[in-house]
Every structure is written in structure tokens, then in C-alpha cells.
């Protein structure tokens, strides 16, 4: 008997390989990542997924807009590979994506896809900080150095199938949202699992001590409050953590154990933003990368320095950069990471990569956040995707876009197939809602 492969079975194995495939595993010289994609837009191609609405289209505007940005740098520096992978990526798979999803059933499907595939990543972080063994290193085919931070408050920062800390946590950063978005979205006897999915990843975020994906997990967090009906959840948190803050205060009196940790804390915070606390750190014993800042405030005048006259299309994606300074020390340090998104694109492919990003994104976070959904109904996916491009948008302050970019281009594909097919009935207009409240008022 012959098998029928159908696209949407195409695109569970996309859902569930896609977002954490390492960017180092290659097989005969090829990348995983890249095979996936090629292997997915033939497959569409092939078993005909069926035809791209107009509606489609021009919601899909801003991505061409974004395409025709970078790619126009990507052309100018000769970066065919790089181009031709972007356009398969964010024009032939989510195109094609948005007809094979086309129902409630499946776009559920493929939100747990992305959970369960996370939960896995997750219990494999257990052990990575657990035994310091990285499971997904087994893949690494293509010989990378896979570099670990220096201990941070002797916990072993856990990267995961990314290559830093920051981009493992925002990738967790996005689970959790999609995750309260499936809370809301479910039957209850089912709440629970989803509620211990979320234990799970959020204890992976923990372990990646990464300051700035964490304001980017507390700014989704208010807005789910918010969206979800629970404002006056958030003044009874606002309530309590005063009441924390002050029974701290009080032990801190008593406790001179208590207040070297709330101060270590404190200094711990301020070392992102000022040098002068990592001197404090130090004095007080604290050897364990207490900065971790990477000079991100300076690096907007280095970069700056760093172009040399390529504004416009910049450096190219290959071009090392490299700027050298004085250290406080006295003695020439050379910087060769951007740890801000913003700034690595302009380095790379100037301005015109940047206005294609920022294009990208403050579109995408328009649309999500006048997107019509019913607060009544509880979350819409609309405004958990504005929570998700928000806290991304801040988060970029502090890290440049790595392995996380895969997971979010799947959530972006998830959102244009909600938004053609108008939230597949989860989300009813709030007038409608009104109307069946008062017949059933009028009934009784």
C-alpha cells in the first residue's frame, strides 16, 4: 500500500526541526538548517499546497519589504547563499505555509509542536547544566569551537542548540509566551501539562542568567496579565513585591548574610549599565563574570568608527570587525563581537539592512497590536505576538540575532495564517459577544 505524504505533515517536521537545528550540523558539507528549508519549499511545490491568497499577499508586504532591504545588500556584497536561503525562508515557506494552515486544528497542531519540541530542548538543559555537556554538541559536524560564558554566581550559563546564552533565552523567551497563549486556549483538564511545559522552560531561562532576555520575559509577562483580563492581578503583584522589597529591607537589618547577597544582587544589575559596579563586585570577592556587558554602549561609537564611509550597504556579513581600544587598564584590547542587533546589521549591511529590520518588525507590531481580537475570550494570538515582537525589539539592545531568528520566523508564519483566516474562529468580534450575553441574560 502506498504511503501519501500530505504538505501539512511536510510542515509538523519543519515546525518540529526547524527552530532548534544547530547552525554547525552539516551533512556532506551542507547545513541541516538550510537542507530543511529546501526540503520543505520542494515539498510544498511538489504536492501542491495550493494557492497564495491576494489577502495573503499584502499582509505579507512588510517581509517583501524586509527581503528587498537586506537583499539588496546581500546582492552588493555577492552573498548569493545568504540571499537565496533568506528568500526561501521568509518568502517560499511562509507563503506556502499559509494555505496548508487553514484551520483551528492545525494551527494548534503546530503551536504544540513547538512546545513539545521546546520541553525536549528543555529537559536536554537539565542535564547540559547538570553534567556541563552539551547534548546538541554531538551534532556538531562541522568542527565549530562551541564557547561557553565564564560562570555567573557559579551556575554554568546553559546555551543549548544556540551559541550564547542570550539567544537560548530569548528562543525561551518565545516558548513562554506561546505557552501562555496555549493556557488560555485549552480545555482544563489539559492546563495542567501545559502549566508544568512552562515550569520547564522557565527554569531553562533561569539557568541562562541573561539580564536582558529577562526584561523581555518580564515585558510579555505584564502583557499577558493585561490582555488576558488580569489587570487587577498585576496591582496585587505591584502590591506584594512592595511588601517583599520591604521585609528584605527589614532582614537586611538583622541578617549580614542576607545583605551581601541583596547587595552582590544589586551590584550584579548595575554592572550592566555602569563599569564602576564591577569594581565593587571585585572587592567584594566576586570573580564570576561580573560584567557581561561587552562595552554595548560604547560599541555605537566604534562601530560608527568601524564603517568606513560604507554606510549604505556596509561591510558584508564575512567582514571581521575588529576595533581596538584602551582599556582602563592602559593596555589595547581589541573588541571583535556586537552584542546589539541593531548595531550588527548596520555593520553589516548598513543602512539599508536596517531600515529593512526595523520595517520588519515595528510592522508586524502595528498590525498585532490593532489586530481585532475579543480580550473577553481571554489572550489572542495577535497580542501575543505583539508581546513577542515588543520584548524582541528590547532584547536587540542587548544581543545580535542568532539560532532564535528560526524559531521566530516560524511564529511569524503562524500569525499570517491566524490573520488570513481571521483567528479560525478562537477570537469573536466583541459586539458578537455582546449580542449572545444578553440573549442568554434574556432567557433566564
Known amino acids: 500500500m502506498k504511503m501519501k505524504i500530505r ?15 544547530p547552525s554547525y550540523f552539516y551533512i556532506f558539507g551542507l547545513q541541516v538548517k538550510e537542507l530543511i528549508l529546501l526540503f520543505t519549499l520542494v515539498a510544498f511545490i511538489m504536492l501542491g499546497s495550493g494557492v497564495v491568497s491576494l489577502k495573503m499577499l499584502k499582509a505579507c508586504i512588510p517581509i517583501f519589504i524586509f527581503v528587498f532591504f537586506t537583499g539588496t545588500s546581500q546582492l552588493y556584497h555577492m552573498e548569493m547563499r545568504t540571499l537565496i536561503m533568506q528568500v526561501v525562508l521568509w518568502v517560499g515557506v511562509l507563503l506556502f505555509a499559509s494555505t496548508t494552515i487553514n484551520t483551528k486544528e492545525r494551527f494548534y497542531r503546530l503551536l504544540d509542536i513547538l512546545i513539545y519540541a521546546a520541553v525536549v530542548v528543555g529537559i536536554f538543559g537539565f542535564i547540559e547544566e547538570i553534567t556541563h555537556f552539551n547534548i546538541f554538541s554531538l551534532l556538531n559536524t562541522a568542527g565549530a569551537t562551541i564557547k561557553y560564558n565564564p560562570l555567573r554566581l557559579g551556575i554554568l550559563r546553559i546555551i543549548s542548540f544556540t551559541s550564547h546564552a542570550i539567544s537560548y533565552c530569548t528562543y525561551c523567551m518565545f516558548i513562554l509566551a506561546l505557552l501562555l497563549y496555549r493556557i488560555e486556549h485549552t480545555e482544563k483538564g489539559e492546563k495542567k501539562k501545559y502549566i508544568y511545559f512552562a515550569v520547564i522552560i522557565a527554569a531553562n531561562a533561569m539557568l541562562t542568567l541573561s539580564r536582558i532576555a529577562f526584561v523581555g520575559i518580564f515585558i510579555e509577562l505584564v502583557l499577558y496579565l493585561y490582555y488576558s483580563g488580569r489587570k487587577q492581578f498585576i496591582f496585587k503583584t505591584v502590591k506584594y513585591v512592595v511588601i517583599l522589597l520591604i521585609c528584605v529591607g527589614i532582614g537586611c537589618l538583622f541578617s549580614s548574610g542576607l545583605r551581601r547577597k541583596v547587595q552582590l544582587s544589586v551590584y550584579i544589575v548595575g554592572a550592566y549599565f555602569d563599569d564602576s559596579y564591577i569594581t565593587l563586585l571585585r572587592e567584594n570577592g566576586f570573580t564570576d563574570n561580573p560584567g557581561g556587558v561587552g562595552n554595548r554602549l560604547d560599541l555605537y561609537g566604534w562601530v560608527y568608527d568601524e564603517m568606513k564611509g560604507k554606510v549604505w550597504f556596509g561591510n558584508g556579513a564575512t567582514s571581521k570587525f575588529e ?48 489586530m481585532k481580537e475579543a480580550p473577553e475570550n481571554g489572550l489572542g494570538f495577535g497580542k501575543t505576538c505583539f508581546s513577542i515582537v515588543l520584548a524582541y525589539i528590547v532584547v536587540f539592545f542587548g544581543v545580535m540575532q542568532n539560532q532564535d531568528v528560526q524559531a521566530f520566523a516560524v511564529i511569524i508564519m503562524l500569525l499570517l495564517a491566524y490573520k488570513q483566516y481571521n483567528g479560525f474562529g478562537i477570537q469573536k468580534p466583541r459586539e458578537e459577544q455582546r449580542v449572545e450575553k444578553y440573549e442568554a441574560i434574556g432567557t433566564n
Open 7 to 21: 504538505s501539512f505533515e511536510v510542515l509538523e517536521i519543519f515546525c518540529a526541526l526547524f527552530p532548534i537545528c
Open 323 to 370: 576595533h581596538v581600544f584602551v582599556n582602563k587598564d592602559g593596555y589595547n584590547q581589541t573588541k571583535s563581537s556586537i552584542e546589539v542587533e541593531w548595531l550588527r546589521t548596520l555593520y553589516r549591511y548598513g543602512i539599508f539592512g536596517l531600515i529593512g529590520e526595523i520595517i520588519l518588525l515595528l510592522s508586524i507590531l502595528a498590525k498585532t497590536f490593532f
